[in-house]
Structure formats: C-alpha cells, structure tokens
T-cell receptor, first 115, second 116 residues
C-alpha cells in the first residue's frame, strides 16, 4: 500500500516568488492536513481538507492557501515568499470516520528554501 | 486552548538503558494522544497512540499510557538500541466536530541519541 507522497522533495525559490506543493494521500483517505516544521516554531498546523472543503485552518497569513481535488490529492500554495517561509512542509492523510480517528500518516515532506 | 509540553532534551543514553520521555498536555474536550518519531531527513512516523483514558499504546517495545488524572502520556522503553536515535514528538488532537478530525498539536520534540 503506497504511503503519502509529497512532491517535490526539495525546492529553492527566491523571495517574492510563489510556490505550489503537492500531496497524494493514501488510497481511500479522504482527509489531508498540512503542517509547517521549522527549528524555531516547531510543528504548526496549516489547514485540513476533507472532501474538497477546508474544514480547519491554522494561524497563518492569507499568503498560505490550499485546495483538495475530487481524488483527495491536495496542493498548498504560498505566494509572495518570504525568507521565514523556509521550512519543511509536511502533509498527512487520515482515515476513519469523523470522531473516530484511526491516525494520521505523514509524507516525507517538501523542504522549501527561500533565498 | 490545547498544548503539549515535553521534557527538555537532548537525551543521551547507552544501549540497553531505560528510556522515559515525559509528556503532559492541556486540552479542551477529550483528546486522542500520539507519539511520533522523526528520523533525519524524513517525515513523521506514528509510533503509538491512545484514544481514551487508561488506554496503553505500544509498538516496537515503546509504551505510553493515557493518564487523564495527571494529563500525561509519558513514553517508555525498557532497553533502547542505537537505531532508536531520532526525534520524538508527543501530540494530541481533539475531535472538532462534523467532518474535521481536528488538528494535531505537537510538543517541541525530544532528541534522543543512543550510544553503543
């Protein structure tokens, strides 16, 4: 059974550019969440999607956005990149019925470096 | 709000030593509790979980018991190996209602190094 796949693994962008990261969840998982990991702030929740709808959102500026497609694949976009956006971005997919969580499975992440 | 506090690291042990990593939490509602492990250059792997009070999660020799009275979920292993060297994260999620599973709130992570 394939795991959570994130592409690309590494990315280098320039300040002011925008970037799109992709996540393919485990087959059958309908929920996808995104997290940002930095040495200073640790792991912080970005957003959660279920059936193409954003269900939950973290405390990030509007430059961070996401979407989910009908096949549950998800993308997140960061516009007008800042140096502080350099981080490991992790995607997680979830199974189980809402209210009966089985667990979150994480991908290997996309390492974004903004120069 | 929800929060997770882990013991300060890093933790350095000799092979076959006993491991404890403390984790306490505050949460509104009834959280599910998790331990994740992260190896260098990789994402997070679920190590174990517990979804209700007094549940014990276990995997690969690691154990943690959901203690509601002390709001704790300490990770233990009786005999660590060099291959256990990694960063360990305690986390919780609270069902948010509807079709949201609720976000994971993480502790700051504990770096474990095991020497031969």
């Amino acid at each position: 059974k394939a795991g959570v796949t994130q592409t690309p693994r590494y990315l280098i962008k320039t300040r002011g550019q925008q970037v799109t990261l992709s996540c393919s969840p485990i087959s059958g998982h309908r929920s996808v969440s995104w997290y940002q990991q930095t040495p200073g702030q640790g792991l912080q929740f970005l957003f959660e999607y279920f059936s193409e709808t954003q269900r939950n959102k973290g405390n990030f500026p509007g430059r961070f956005s996401g979407r989910q497609f009908s096949n549950s694949r998800s993308e997140m976009n960061v516009s007008t990149l800042e140096l502080g956006d350099s981080a490991l971005y992790l995607c997680a997919s979830s199974s189980g019925r809402p209210g009966q969580l089985y667990g979150y499975t994480f991908g290997s992440g996309t390492r974004l470096t903004v120069v | 709000g929800n929060s997770v506090t882990q013991m300060e690291g890093p933790v350095t042990l000799s092979e076959e030593a006993f491991l404890t990593i403390n984790c306490t939490y505050t949460a509104t509602g009834y959280p599910s509790l998790f331990w994740y492990v992260q190896y260098p250059g990789e994402g997070l792997q679920l190590l174990l979980k517990a979804t209700k009070a007094d549940d014990k999660g276990s995997n690969k020799g690691f154990e943690a018991t959901y203690r509601k009275e002390t709001t704790s979920f300490h990770l233990e292993k009786g005999s660590v190996q060099v291959s256990d060297s990694a960063v360990y994260f305690c986390a919780l999620s609270v069902y948010a209602g509807g079709t949201s599973y609720g976000k994971l709130t993480f502790g700051q992570g504990t770096i474990l190094t095991v020497h031969p």
